[in-house]
């Protein structure tokens, strides 16, 4: 039996499809629950008897896939959403003397300061003498020699000359880098056991983002590997296994009549003839006489000869022969469940002892991951920011949001590989919805047109660390819905982002992602 409260998840990116850094280090996961798994696909014999019966049942392929459930917190998924868009996350620390336009909604630097600032990128903007020239912005445009950027309007309230401004970021949007997970994860059993199943080439698939009013912000990633395999130690590298406790008792000479040892407070007596339960008989040897004692603690042959009728296994250890005249004692238990275990003796001869007065050795096992990443939980009622529609506040209030990012991903087999060999990606397809109360026909007249628009949120959690959600050109569907007596009339807008490529201010990109930590 196993309990999912003392389950765990570890994950590493890896370094190419399947492969991690050497030595394996694991990070732990947050997450709500899971569904990773290794699919198998398989065959029916279609042989033709004449009994009617089924042959064989045949193994033809396995694909690792699944994923895991959240809820939003900052550092937990920031590995996450760069991997499902397959990019890297862009840092930009930028410290420059510039000066700023209020007419042309520009700052300018000198050629070169500005070349690692991606168009559409958001900025944390610190060092004007005027604090509202200061603050989060996005970039519309950049110069080709780098040397000015181009702000939405609104963004520069008044002009500044020659002063030393810091222009700091953490950007990522969709991209052609395809990345790859490892997974471990851990059950541990109620004997306190740990059993692993890792899925390894996983290459993100989908993610859901799941924002509604009075809830937690939640979300799924989904992906899809290339092999699976199953153990009983981890594959971090400062694992450890679980170790039984044991313990060794040694004869010098055979012993005499009413010598006893006393294992986990059961005593065993020797006897020339047995008589009672727990007694042992005294062999011809002293080898004889502990496979005598062996075969009382263990339940086996010989109940009523070479020990006692009545003579219950033990309940806390099990015994075997080792080295020469000695009996090695295990703990059932594993790990240091079965240190403590008293083993004590009143032999005559002094040279029959046991190594201690107790078991010893037990080991608890080690998953070896790291911690997961700290941080609030984000909701949707205190940790969401205006949503923005072109780049202004929304008439609309919206009930919920829902943000869904899909690779098309698939798994490659081949002759000869029971597994993927490989994962080819697909197009990108960003959608979502938008559940509104309507307020005019300013959004359904927008619906009706087609036209699109640009679609801006963020969230932020109590420690003021935030994400922003670019999405540069969205394309809505969806018309007002009134569903009955003591309702809301709501607009459920569904909407498709597309490339943004259009003249000027153009990112080329269909989701940009910004991450700020506080």
Known sequence: MSDANQSAIGFAAETSLGLTATPVALQSLRFTGESLKNTKETVSSAEIRDDRQVPDHVMVGAMPQGGFDFELSFLALLPFFAAVLHNDWTVIAITETVSCALSTQVITGTAGDFTAVPPGAMLKIEGFANAANNGFRRVQSVASDGSYIVLPAGSIIANEAAVEVTFSGKTTANGVKRKSFTFEKRIKNTS????????????????????????????????????????????????????????????????????????????????????????????????????????????????????????????????????????????????????????????????????????SGGVDPVSGYAAAADGPIMNGTSNVGTLLLDGASATERFKTLTLNIANSARGKDCIGTLGNFDIGLGTIAVTGKLSAYFVNNSLPARIQAHTSFSLDFSVQDADGNRYFFYLPVVKPSGDPTISGINSDVMIEVDFAAILDQGAGNSTGKTLIIDAFAA
């Open 192 to 359: 306190g056991e740990d059993f692993f199943h890792v899925y390894r080439g996983m290459v993100p698939d989908t993610m859901e983002l799941r924002i509604a009013s009075k809830g937690i912000i939640t979300g799924s990633v989904q992906a899809i590997g290339t092999t699976y395999e199953v153990g009983n130690v981890s594959i971090d590298a400062s694992a450890t296994a679980t170790t039984q406790a044991t313990g060794t008792l040694t004869f010098a000479a055979n012993p005499t009549a009413n010598d006893t040892c006393t294992i986990g407070g059961k005593v065993y007596t020797y006897k020339a003839s047995v008589v009672a339960a727990n007694q042992v008989k005294i062999g011809l040897t002293a080898s004889a006489s502990l496979d005598n004692l062996i075969a009382a603690i263990t339940g086996g042959n010989g109940e009523g000869d070479l020990y006692g009728f009545d003579t219950v296994p033990h309940t806390e250890v099990t015994a075997a022969a080792g080295a020469g005249d000695t009996m090695v004692v295990t703990a059932i238990a594993v790990g240091t469940n079965g240190n403590g275990i008293a083993t004590t003796e009143t032999f005559t001869n002094a040279g029959n002892i046991f190594a201690a007065a107790s078991l």
